[in-house]
């Protein structure tokens, strides 16, 4: 009498344990475990850590190397935006001449890099190659030319105020000061992460960007404006205290538009991601379009308040 409830209590118990077993291998398929999870990130992170450090030496190097690194360098990170931006709107079922825009933004930062009266020029010559293209091409239609035309003109033409950056001073100093104004975008984007994560509870463009939060943008702000001020504390700038601020808001500001331009772009289209050039990041016009608009941003205030 007292062997079989003994025997089934062990079957239960034998029953417990291989549905524990299938549901851990299930969540095992699944990679829901606590230490893949844990493991994954770790990865994530150290893969997003890796590339963007590359990303950051390679970028100074050049910076501090000279006006014509830096040039080379812009144009590569334009070309490659273009790219990326050329390859979501296919995606949308446009049709852009890419032979003409990736040449127009190789060609908008090296006019830059003598004046920006060639700049202009290389514009013109570009809005009129893409005019002729439609002329002679009877299956393009208006979008096709304004895609082609826009292309250019977002990922080259605004990447052109760190070539203007770095020609304000052709010594070291130069290389440093445009890599702060860039370190400025870091640092908002850096700063917005880590508040948003903590303390985010109001969405600031939920359609286009749910993860982005008003306590992420105002934190946003204040790692912007810090290093504009060091800007100024250090002398890297003829910048007194009160326009390290307000360039440091501007420049914040618009970083964020870039950001949440982009993303309206990527959701359009249907994608996560511009492109996979860097891992952890994703496209290179991922890593650049807070850069875009921040950085003109700031180009403007200090050219219009006499600081450059």
Not at 56 to 63: F, K
Not at 79 to 95: D, K
Request: aromatic share 12%.
């Amino acid at each position: 009498m007292s062997e079989e409830p003994t025997q089934s209590k062990e079957e239960r118990k034998q029953v417990e344990r291989e549905e524990r077993e299938r549901k851990r291998l299930e969540k095992h398929d699944l990679g829901q475990l606590k230490g893949q999870q844990a493991r994954g990130k770790a990865e994530r992170f150290l893969t997003r850590t890796t590339s963007g450090v590359i990303y950051a030496v390679v970028t100074l190097g050049c910076l501090l190397a000279g006006q014509i690194t830096t040039t080379l360098l812009v144009c590569v990170y334009a070309w490659l935006c273009c790219s990326e931006f050329y390859r979501m709107m296919r995606m949308a079922g446009r049709m852009p001449n890419e032979l003409i825009g990736l040449i127009a933004s190789l060609a908008f930062p090296i006019a830059a890099s003598f004046s920006y009266v060639w700049t202009g020029a290389a514009v013109y010559v570009f809005v009129t190659a893409v005019g002729i293209w439609y002329v002679l091409t009877p299956r393009a239609n208006v979008s096709d030319v304004a895609v082609t035309i826009f292309g250019p003109l977002y990922t080259s033409l605004l990447f052109t105020a760190i070539v203007y950056f770095r020609g304000t001073d052709s010594s070291i100093l130069g290389g440093v000061f445009t890599f702060a104004v860039m370190l400025s975008i870091w640092a908002n984007d850096a700063f917005a992460y880590i508040v948003g994560t903590r303390f985010g509870k109001h969405k600031l463009a939920p359609k286009i960007s749910p993860n982005k939060s008003w306590e992420g943008f105002f934190g946003g702000m204040i790692g912007s404006v810090l290093i504009w001020v060091l800007i100024s504390v250090l002398k890297l700038s003829s910048l007194t205290i009160p326009a390290a601020i307000i360039t440091g808001i501007v420049c914040g500001v618009f970083g964020v538009f870039g950001d949440l331009f982009e993303s309206r772009i990527k959701r359009s289209v249907g994608v996560k991601d511009s492109g996979n050039l860097m891992p952890g990041h994703g496209g290179m016009l991922d890593r650049s379009d807070s850069m875009l608009f921040g950085c003109m941003a700031a180009a403007f205030v200090l050219r219009m308040g006499g600081f450059l």
